[in-house]
């Protein structure tokens, strides 16, 4: 009896306690910057893409969501042509942006995708493009990279020796 | 001319009663919901309506819209009988509650026999669903039922002739009459009140006196073949039955409409709000006994404690009037 009572009260005095309930369309959850949610494309500093269409997101990516098709400027740089991800698919587990060697690719913590059609999940290039660096600031590919391009020759990048004349047996 | 009259008064008055229960009763189902969310620290129906009011609504919609599938092999007759047995006993019981004086819609001289008989009456509804649901769980469930009622009417009706012998009467409203000045019945007969609430959780088919319907191991119990209108209408049964005890429990132990300042409607609404919060309380709070448990404590301790409440009872009002 004494048990029954206790039970009651202890029952009935969560009544003025605070709830667990998230009022989640009202109230916004605070979710870390790690957190993996929708896909998107960054660019450099100078505003230009960073992606340079190597495929190596759509390889690392388990469920073949991400498909790419690469272009070519005059000058020798890749970038994609399309580059499309279905979200219908995709399962946020993050391996594309680890796969990325230009941290081009990139997951952000707004989860708020849904779509009441299935073609709508399927974000072109165009969707995915931000105007801003993401994650990692002020990185440039094609600063670092080996590759000569327009205005770049080999051994002009960042923290690159000069090439070496094979033909040459001088030190 | 004016016996018609009457009549046609009578017939007009049902119809704004039923009105008045059906929305009552949804509205109960909303607050129940509520009640029992904020108990377990979460905040229960809030998207529909303010704080969620109109959930009910969106609820009865939603019901009626529902196919209705009986089993095949179910007895159909039956199967369709069943849940209007089970809504509309308890909606004539509601005929001789007194909720003002003469707010009656049949002053009946044996109003406690009837409203005990409609009550009893619900049975049937769940014996006869789970017989045409053709299922195990429902015929396990109508077999408890059946026992249950057995077990629970044996000191339901003994648990409230307390009241009676005081009162002097089978009349809700002259019951209500003699409480007048605050001498609620509760505090002469409080034995008798707590027996009858108790009986009156099982009457009602509720936690934790809801062993027919048992979600843990029967499925739903008797209703587990029921869809759409006729669950709808099951629910609508239990629902009703908890306000109908909880009326019975004001007009019988808690002094009915009377109250201060207040009107007297008023005050018996509050009444039976504050007495079906209880209800709800207990059922998010107590666990449901075994079966054998709560026939046995039926049987063995509340039976002969509402026999013993009933004589002293006798004796004292037989020897203050010798």
């Not at chain 1, 000569?148 to 047996?169: C, N, S, W």
């Not at chain 2, 009456?121 to 006869?128: E, G, H, I, S």
């Not at chain 2, 629902?239 to 909880?246: K, P, Q, S, T």
Request: hydrophobic share 50%.
């Amino acid at each position: 009896m004494k048990g029954l009572l206790k039970s009651l009260w202890e029952v009935g005095s969560k009544l003025w306690e605070p709830k667990y309930t998230a009022g989640y369309p009202e109230v916004k959850p605070d979710l870390p910057p790690r957190y993996r949610a929708r896909i998107v494309l960054t660019r450099d500093p100078d505003g230009g893409e960073r992606c340079v269409a190597c495929n190596l997101c759509a390889v690392a990516c388990p469920v073949d969501c991400i498909d790419v098709v690469k272009a070519e400027t005059e000058d020798g740089r890749w970038y994609p042509e399309t580059f499309r991800i279905n979200f219908a698919r995709c399962i946020f587990c993050g391996y594309c942006e680890e796969a990325c060697p230009t941290a081009a690719i990139q997951l952000t913590p707004d989860f708020e995708l849904a779509d009441y059609a299935r073609p709508g999940l399927v974000y072109e290039k165009e969707d995915l493009l931000i105007a801003g660096e993401g994650k990692v600031a002020g990185y440039r590919y094609w600063d670092v990279a080996g590759k000569a391009i327009a205005g770049k020759d080999k051994g002009a990048a960042r923290a690159e020796a000069a090439p070496v004349d094979l033909k040459d047996l001088t030190p | 001319m004016t016996a018609s009259l009457a009549a046609l008064l009578v017939l007009i008055l049902s119809a704004v009663l039923l009105a008045a229960l059906m929305v009552t009763a949804g509205v109960f189902t909303w607050a129940e919901r509520r009640i029992l969310g904020f108990m377990q620290e979460r905040l229960g129906p809030n998207r529909v309506g303010p704080f969620g009011f109109l959930q009910w609504v969106a609820d009865t919609v939603k019901l009626i819209t529902k196919e209705d599938a009986p089993p095949a092999g179910a007895d159909r007759p039956a199967y369709l009988l069943a849940p209007v047995l089970a809504a509309l006993p308890i909606l004539a019981g509601f005929g001789v509650v007194a909720f003002a004086p003469g707010w009656t819609i049949a002053d009946l001289d044996m109003g406690v026999m009837f409203v005990m008989g409609m009550l009893a009456l619900t049975v049937y509804a769940l014996v006869l669903g789970a017989w045409a649901s053709r299922n195990r769980y429902a015929t396990l469930g109508g077999l408890r039922a059946a026992a249950q009622l057995l077990a629970y009417e044996s000191f339901l009706g003994l648990s409230l002739m307390g009241v009676v012998l005081i009162a002097g009467s089978f009349n809700l409203g002259e019951i209500v009459a003699a409480q007048e000045g605050g001498r609620w019945f509760v505090l002469v007969q409080p034995l008798g009140c707590a027996l009858f609430l108790i009986a009156g959780v099982a009457a009602a088919h509720r936690l934790p006196f809801d062993l027919q319907e048992s979600e843990q191991d029967l499925v739903a119990g008797f209703m587990t073949e029921y869809s759409g209108m006729n669950f709808a209408l099951f629910f609508l049964g239990e629902y009703l039955a908890v306000l109908l005890v909880a009326s019975l429990a004001v007009t019988l132990f808690f002094g009915g409409w009377h109250g201060p300042l207040l009107p007297g409607p008023v005050w018996f609404g509050l009444k039976v709000a504050a007495i079906a919060f209880v209800f709800v309380w207990i059922r998010a709070t107590l666990p449901r006994p075994r079966y054998d448990q709560l026939i046995g404590f039926a049987w063995k301790v509340a039976l002969p404690l509402a026999l013993v409440n009933l004589l002293v009872t006798g004796w004292i009002v037989v020897g203050g009037a010798a």
